[in-house]
């Protein structure tokens, strides 16, 4: 069973349309929920860390969102430029080798934002 | 500033060379991590080190020889590499294990 799933796996956007990205997760002892955004060919861009149900970070166009159970990415207005894959991952106090805590990612949400 | 550095950005190999990967960051950050990626899927923790000791080692093969020299160098030696073990290499670092990861550009491998 994946312990942090992200739906859609694909979405695509007309430039403007505002939209939503979910990641729910079923690990305990959250320890963060962190959001990345990756360019083709890339490495992971950090967009925000949330630790705490209630919690919401803004960052231009985006605002990340979470819950017990999941967390949101909200897309207000986007630009073809906002195209790329979204990638979701926890940490949990239940989920180490070693002694520490690893970092359990999705499988990623590709967005597409046509002009 | 929150900038990983890593060289080379391509890499070709034959499955006789020795090769290897390096990354450097200069934020002071005490966790350094080795990730792999293939196409369309997440990162997948090859290796984690902390302090400049090895942390976590995912039982990745042997072939994959990590090294941190200092607190601000990761090398990944490779030797031997087989096919299947073309990926975006991706490096990151952390100011502690349990604090936000910043990653690299990667290292695009290929093996021939």
């Known amino acids: 069973e994946d312990q942090v799933t992200q739906s859609p796996e694909a979405l695509r956007l007309q430039e403007g349309e505002s939209s939503s990205l979910n990641c729910s997760y079923t690990v305990s002892g959250l320890r963060g929920l962190f959001w990345y955004r990756q360019d083709p060919g890339k490495g992971p861009e950090f967009l925000f860390t949330?630790?705490?149900a209630g919690e919401e970070k803004e960052k231009e166009r985006l605002k990340a969102t979470l819950t017990k159970k999941e967390s949101f990415l909200h897309i207000t207005a986007p630009k073809p430029e906002d195209s790329a894959t979204y990638l979701c991952a926890v940490r949990s106090s239940t989920i180490t080798q070693g002694g520490s805590e690893k970092l359990v990612f999705g499988k990623g949400m590709k967005l597409t934002v046509n002009p | 500033d929150t900038e990983v550095t890593q060289t080379p950005k391509h890499l070709v190999m034959g499955m006789t060379n020795k090769k290897s990967l390096k990354c450097e960051q200069h934020?002071?950050?005490?966790?350094m991590y080795w990730y792999k990626q293939k196409a369309k899927k997440p990162p997948e923790l090859m290796f984690v080190?902390?302090?400049?000791?090895?942390?976590i080692n995912e039982s990745v093969p042997s072939r994959f020889s990590p090294e941190c020299p200092n607190s601000s160098l990761l090398n990944l030696h490779l030797h031997a590499l087989q096919p299947e073990d073309s990926a975006l290499y991706l490096c990151a670092s952390s100011q502690a294990l349990r604090e936000t990861q910043y990653f690299g550009p990667g290292t695009r491998l290929l093996v021939l």
């Open positions: 949330l630790y705490s």
């Open positions: 934020m002071g950050h005490r966790a």
């Open positions: 080190y902390s302090y400049e000791k090895l942390s």
